[in-house]
Each structure stands twice: as C-alpha cells, then as structure tokens.
T-cell receptor, first 115, second 115 residues
Framework: GAVVSQHPSRVICKSGTSVKIECRSL??????MFWYRQFPKQSLMLMAT?????????EQGVEKDKFLINHASLTLSTLTVTSAHPEDSSFYIC???????????FGPGTRLLVL | AQSVTQLGSHVSVSEGALVLLRCNYS??????LFWYVQYPNQGLQLLLK??????LVKGINGFEAEFKKSETSFHLTKPSAHMSDAAEYFC?????????????FGKGTKLSVKP
C-alpha cells in the first residue's frame, strides 16, 4: 500500500518555458502533500506544503510565483515551474500523507533539466 | 527548532559485515523519527519509523534502529550487509503533533558495500 506516483519522471525543456509535474497518491487519500527539491549529492529541501483545497505554504526563500502548487483533490497535487531557467534544473520529489497519519510516502521523483 | 545530524557522509562496509549508520537529533518536543533509503535516481522509501512506542524498531530489509532519548540518537543497524543495501540513507525527524508534522532531513549517508 501507500504508493505515490510522479509524472513525468524526466523532462527537458528550454529556458523560459513552464513545466508541470504531477504527484498522485494511488491507493490513499492525501490530505497533505509536500514538494521537495534535491540537488546532486545533497539532502532534500522542503519547498512547500499543500493541503487539499487550500493555498500552499511555502518555505522561506521559495518563490511562490515561480513554483505554483495546486492541490485540487485528495489524490493529486501539481507543481508548475514557471519561466524555467537553468538554475531550476534539479530533482523534484513529492510526498503525500494521509489525514492523522505521521508517515510521508514519497514519489519516485522528477528530473528536470532546463537548457 | 528541530534538526538532524548524520555522522559520516560516506560509510563503506564489506558484504556480510555489520552496518551502522549514525543519526542524532534535536527536538524540543517528543520526536517522531524516520529512516529512508534512496536508490540512484529514485524517490525515498521508508525503512522504519519511531513514533513513541517501542524504542527498538524493526524495519524492512533486515534493518533496525534504536531510539535512545538520553543520547538523542536513532542509529540504523543491520547485522549483515548485502550488496543490494548500497544506497543513500536519510534520517529524518518530525514534530508530528506540532504544526504540520514536516520532516527535517539529515544530509544523508551513502553506504557502499564491498564484495
């Protein structure tokens, strides 16, 4: 149980374009979803926390207008990187958590390369 | 504020040898503690978690960890390493019961297993 998927797994785009990443909980309802960013050989850095039906809470230093998060349903959250630049290239990982549960389940990650 | 320190960014053991990955935490509230494993270009998989029940926690793939409040530690062990254990391991602490139960990750320890 507790499977989280991400799509796409890998994306290459041109600088200035926008990229949407989907995160889905396949077998449970995720009241809270988290978006992380991981640079090579480094730990995960939390970008934002989203609760279904409400606005995301962004961590300090994360531009909310650049990283748009939508948590429209209990099984889907999306992260849109707007006007992507090469420095946005990274590994983006989402996680999901059921209501009143303490464990986060992670997606397989999305590798973004901006040229 | 909570924090996690993983001693040793890289640990190398021989196949069949004991695996010991160290994790110390800092938390002002009773912590929930987690160990996750990450294989190359993949998301994180939960190995085990401590949520204030038994102090010795058994996880998947033969791993276990012991919560020691007096030492503020949650070290991960496995009696006999297998080649398939080679991966990056992350310790994390949550203030579940606090704000949103966000996970704070350590910097990770890369485990290499020699034949």
């Amino acid at each position: 149980g507790a499977v989280v998927s991400q799509h796409p797994s890998r994306v290459i785009c041109k600088s200035g374009t926008s990229v949407k990443i989907e995160c889905r909980s396949l077998d449970f309802q995720a009241t809270t979803m988290f978006w992380y960013r991981q640079f090579p050989k480094q730990s995960l850095m939390l970008m934002a926390t989203s609760n279904e039906g409400s606005k995301a809470t962004y961590e300090q230093g994360v531009e909310k207008d650049k990283f748009l998060i939508n948590h429209a349903s209990l099984t889907l959250s999306t992260l849109t990187v707007t006007s992507a630049h090469p420095e946005d290239s990274s590994f983006y990982i989402c996680s999901a958590r059921e209501v009143l549960q303490e464990t986060q389940y992670f997606g397989p990650g999305t590798r973004l390369l901006v040229l | 504020a909570q924090s996690v320190t993983q001693l040793g960014s890289h640990v190398s053991v021989s196949e069949g040898a004991l695996v010991l990955l160290r994790c110390n935490y800092s938390s002002s509230v009773p912590p929930y503690l987690f160990w996750y494993v990450q294989y190359p270009n993949q998301g994180l998989q939960l190995l085990l978690k401590y949520t204030s029940a038994a102090t010795l926690v058994k996880g998947i793939n033969g791993f276990e960890a012991e919560f020691k409040k007096s030492e503020t530690s949650f070290h991960l062990t496995k009696p006999s390493a297998h080649m398939s254990d080679a991966a990056e391991y992350f310790c994390a602490v949550s203030d579940w019961g606090g704000s949103q139960g966000n996970l704070i990750f350590g910097k990770g320890t890369k485990l290499s297993v020699k034949p």
